[in-house]
């Protein structure tokens, strides 16, 4: 690498220092960080995370400083080796479950062992009976077998009962022969299959005597376990690169009539039994409906704190990032930070509003999914203990649980967006060199974005949202009592459908809430008018059934974070002033998403014309400049470490150009290289052409 | 790399083949692609291209089947070598401008002599002395030496005014000393300096006798014209890996009291007298305003095409890829192509009308701005002809000269963000597999957006439009006659203020445009009302501002589209039925914005609550059933060639998984490795860390 001359490493950047920006900053606020924190993550959470931050630290292989510069081998070789240390150093320091798990999220790259960790165990452990759980779950947690979840095929994603993979069972010798037949059957997207896995759980279509059985799991050794090369008729490979997520290696994985024995189906719940040659089913894979709700709401609570990697890089250089002087300055006044132009302010501070309304939102939605699960265990009365939870109880608790899936899905579907889309707003803001690797902003919005595509993708949830929602109207218009807080706003709207409402949106916070439920209300009355009664396609419904589904997790949002904010408020477990300005962020959350929805709030009722204009003009920028002020001590408290956000934008110290100068000059490989400029002459294309040859 | 065994090689994907189902799509529809290809290309254009296409196609250094799996330092040298090439091939082939630069734009791909072929030689023959020239622009010409561009700072971004960077005349020996005297004022973001470079055009704060003159052009030679390597004191380097434009080098560049001769600093009009040691100026440099309204109204057409090969991706792949039944649908039937879902449509139908408008408006801007320089450049009269046009054509020119570089940066800002935008839109429409880089829509969108920020940041540029407005406003307000087609509008609606109006916005299409013109005056007269007589500060405005712009760029979008169809129908150049679909796609474009920005078109009284209700389910919807079945059609006049696309999903002939599947199998060098999987017994890791050591 060349060296920096001596008399560049002496330059420091001009004018007042980063390092004494952020310390304004952070003197202009009484927001006590600590207790924030606190109150975001818990003490205990916080002292594991920094004490695994410090350990992953000093080990070598975790070192950060090329991960922007290396290409996809690379890459991936060190993100094995990553996988591989973590777990040894798991074993080394006993870590619990909670803290392997802080453990890779403070590593923050997708790892190859990912889908082992996750989908193969799991589902060992959930459709395997003992016997199949003795013969590979063990070995699975020994790391001496390796595995991955092979469902999604070339040309079918979402759709799962059109998986072509087949497995047909063989009378004669009783085993199963996997096949693939045809080249859309190639299993594709599965996450360490490519490189690292020598097993898989294969989703395939279950065939006795012709017949199909649907979609059943099957574990299938791939590779061998020494050699590590494919078995004889199996064609497995990295499926290539990507957006993001270059770090794990999705994979393919083809089959040519691969026998497998009798064990290889997973059999807790179905099986093929190898005397009569038949299938059957026993017990019922419940609760796996309420699993998906649970895998939901924890992408809605991450979904905060993945747009707070964001906003805490382009908050802190807004805040260090001079730029112009504001134009009704007197002359010679210094440059203003760009923190200050409201221009800046509309884009950043809703975000940071977002990322506090994400985290108490899921929170909620996860203590919410707790209580049900205890509701279904609980026995009905001392009576009836051993017979579990009597019928009305489990109606409720299925009840709750069928609104809580719901809920899940248009709270996921919106929240993994506007935590993608937050990071794009949050690399733009900060100009030119967000769009810099050294931002941290781009690989982070890039490995994200796959949230937005599975576990639901964002566009095809909203119909389950619609469904449901449907259902709910139909039950209030049969007249049925509300049994939750779906029903309740749909009876409300009904009864008041004819008076109409008048909600003080901009002085009362209760009415600012019911004025997203009266427009959730609207909407799905409409939505039933179009279906119901002028019987409407399904197809042509399906732009409505979107935003309907996106006005029910944006009232979803701002209920729950009200309703959390007034419990923090009772609990005093943060000051006043800390709580207070919660509330604007409550509010200028509330009111943006007000103002852009705009048009549906008014054509519903649920405002005027001059509330919006109200909302927009006065409201919305009265809160950003209460709320400016604290816009960095606000993002201190997610207390994310330098380590940890890899951004010479968004260090805590404010050296923005000390280290993107620092990076460029010191740790860029390609300054290694000399070419030769001119065209006439040229060695290098020579050698290109040769090695093609 | 891993053969594919002979039984994979055998197989086809399931079902209905993509080619028939393109086949199927296109004989759906009677558009004539050709026809329609040649109004938006020309046919000199389309035959040009194809020539060029076929010959890049034959050279081996253009082959790109690796460029999506090379890491950073690889593609940038083979970018290098391919601009090479392309200079070599100018000269065999002793190509044109214009068959130079459509070679460039086909290659796609930003090269390392990007800032030398433009800016470098621009700045020199706009600013140099004839002296000047014959000492670099002829060699810059040959390539002889090689240059760029270098203004921005480390520091600072689209204040010019800000720059550190100083030269300072030393009266002793006729020289300048060019000096970094900090960090921040590092040249940062320099295309093509950070290898390619040896000459740089340096942007410096001018100083005589401790007096500074401002921002002034110079040219130093940075490289070794033999060795390559940096000249002494001076420190330059490659900036680092950025989100996309990584076969450029954006480069960095320090000096260290550098002298430099007299003749450095380019002195067409503004020179240093070395005898008197005094500044003075001659001639004025006409035009600079100009010429960015020309290379916006550039960005704007070029926003078209660029948006529309995401779409032509995206839009084939929609017919190819089937998922699930229609909900409606009888059992048995087969999966739906998923462009048959209106959620789908609604994504990308809007975007297919948003790149046909977007080529209009941005073809017309640049004929309205070719008419003006004509108009600049006629005799008044013959009379008066040696004195060139008169006052009052110049007053007239520059009138309209004034409006027109408003609009075009209100269009660029909103056309670069609509084709940034709207790619990861496309991307997004893909599902999964709009995620592979086999795609073809990421790196392309990665590369594009750059164009958000650069040639006036998409935000910042907005605050001209408003004070354009503002201006036009009070002129208006004074009573002077309406001189261009924004001072008319205003005074329309000044005139009808009191009495309202009543578009029909669904029923007629000049209706639709006027409904568009009423929402940016109603806008406009409101700024004004804050500015001007609530006083309110320019900052606190910012967000109004940014909207009034917007919708100014989406009056002037829709009202070019209009009048570019009205002349196309006109002309005969097309079919009633093309030109009726194009119509639909005006339609769909204006009604699906006004729909999105419906609270504005109803708070302005341009637009009734219901029409905003029928243009929102009736109208949209309607319009996205009629056009359905011309998508296909409607991309394939973009006549992009498969090779151009680079894309796996995009293929004309949609064979999307034969081509997924031969990248991954036979192209991925990732496949190339085999890897050791347990954690136990790590040689990688053991390696990794060696070489850390």
Not at 197 to 221: C, D, E, R, W
Not at 339 to 352: E, F, G, S
Not at 547 to 561: C, D, E, G, T
């Amino acid at each position: 690498m060349p060296q920096t001359p001596d008399w560049v490493k002496q330059l420091k950047p001009s004018g007042t220092q980063g390092h004494e920006l952020l310390a304004k900053e952070r003197a202009g606020s009484n927001i006590p960080v600590q207790k924030l924190e606190e109150l975001l993550h818990t003490k205990e959470v916080i002292q594991r995370r920094n004490k695994i931050t410090e350990l992953l630290k000093s080990e070598p292989i975790f070192d950060k400083s090329q991960n922007y510069f290396m290409g996809r081998v690379d890459r991936f070789e060190r993100a094995l080796a990553r996988e591989k240390k973590l777990r040894l150093l798991k074993k080394k320091h006993n870590w619990s479950y909670d803290e392997f798990r802080a453990a890779t999220e403070l590593v923050g790259e997708p790892g190859p062992y990912g889908l082992h960790d996750s989908m193969f165990k799991v589902t060992l452990a959930g459709q395997g009976t003992e016997e199949q759980q003795q013969k590979w779950l063990t070995k699975a947690e020994n790391y001496e077998i390796i595995g991955c979840y092979a469902q999604t095929e070339l040309g079918h994603g979402s759709n799962v009962r059109g998986l072509e993979t087949t497995a047909t069972w063989n009378e004669d010798d009783k085993t199963f022969t996997i096949h693939s037949p045809h080249l859309t059957a190639s299993k594709w997207w599965i996450g360490s299959l490519g490189r690292t896995a020598n097993h898989a759980v294969v989703m395939a279509q279950l065939i006795i005597k012709g017949k199909s059985y649907g979609p059943t799991p099957f574990v299938v050794q791939v590779r061998d376990m020494k050699t590590h090369e494919p078995l004889p008729n199996i064609h497995v490979g990295d499926i290539g690169p990507k957006f993001g997520y270059n770090t794990m290696d999705n994979g393919f994985l083809l089959f040519n009539n691969v026998k497998v024995p009798h064990i290889s189906m997973l059999a807790k719940y179905q099986y093929v039994d190898p005397n009569t040659n038949k299938f059957g089913r026993r017990g019922s894979p419940a609760l796996v409906y309420g699993t998906l709700t649970w895998v939901r709401s924890t992408i809605v609570m991450q979904a905060g704190s993945v747009l707070a990697r964001g906003v805490t890089i382009a908050t802190r250089y807004a805040a260090v990032r001079r730029q112009f002087q504001d134009r009704d300055a007197k002359a010679g006044e210094a440059e203003t930070p760009v923190l200050n132009y409201t221009m800046v302010q509309i884009r950043l501070l809703p975000l940071i509003a977002a990322t506090f309304a994400l985290h108490f939102t899921g929170k909620s939605m996860m203590e919410m999914y707790q209580a049900n699960q205890e509701k279904l265990k609980q026995p009905r009365n001392k009576n009836e203990s051993q017979r579990g939870a009597g019928p009305e109880e489990l109606d409720s608790a299925s009840d709750s649980m069928a609104d809580l899936h719901a809920s899940s899905c248009a709270l996921k579907s919106l929240s993994s967006t506007i935590a993608g889309e937050g990071l794009e707003v949050c690399r733009r803001a900060c100009g030119g060199h967000g769009y810099s690797s050294f931002s941290g902003i781009g690989t982070w919005y890039a490995d994200y974005l796959p949230t937005l595509t599975w576990e639901g993708d964002n566009y095809m949830l909203t119909q389950q949202v619609a469904r449901y929602l449907l259902k709910s109207a139909r039950s209030v218009l049969n007249g049925e009592r509300p049994t939750n807080d779906t029903t309740k706003i749909l009876s409300e709207f009904q009864s008041r459908r004819e008076i109409g409402c008048a909600f003080d949106v901009i002085g009362s916070d209760k009415d600012l809430v019911d004025a997203f439920a009266w427009r959730v209300a609207f909407l799905t009355f409409e939505a039933h008018k179009h279906r119901d009664i002028e019987k409407k396609p399904w197809n042509d419904l399906l732009v409505d059934f979107y935003r309907l589904s996106k006005a029910h997790a944006q009232w979803m949002i701002v209920k729950n974070n009200l309703s959390a904010l007034q419990a923090i408020a009772n609990s005093n477990s943060v000051n006043n002033d800390t709580v207070d300005v919660l509330m604007k962020l409550f509010r200028l959350y509330a009111l943006h998403t007000l103002e852009q929805e705009a048009s549906e709030f008014y054509t519903s009722g649920a405002c005027a014309k001059h509330q919006i204009m109200l909302a927009r003009t006065n409201a919305v920028m009265k809160l950003l400049k209460e709320i400016r002020p604290h816009a960095v001590r606000l993002v201190d408290a997610w207390g994310f470490d330098d380590w940890v956000l890899d951004s010479s934008l968004g260090r805590a110290d404010g050296k923005v150009y000390e280290d993107m100068f620092h990076r460029a000059s010191e740790l860029n490989p390609l300054n290694d290289i000399t070419v030769d400029p001119y065209p006439q002459n040229d060695v290098l294309f020579k050698r290109i052409e040769k090695a093609k040859l």
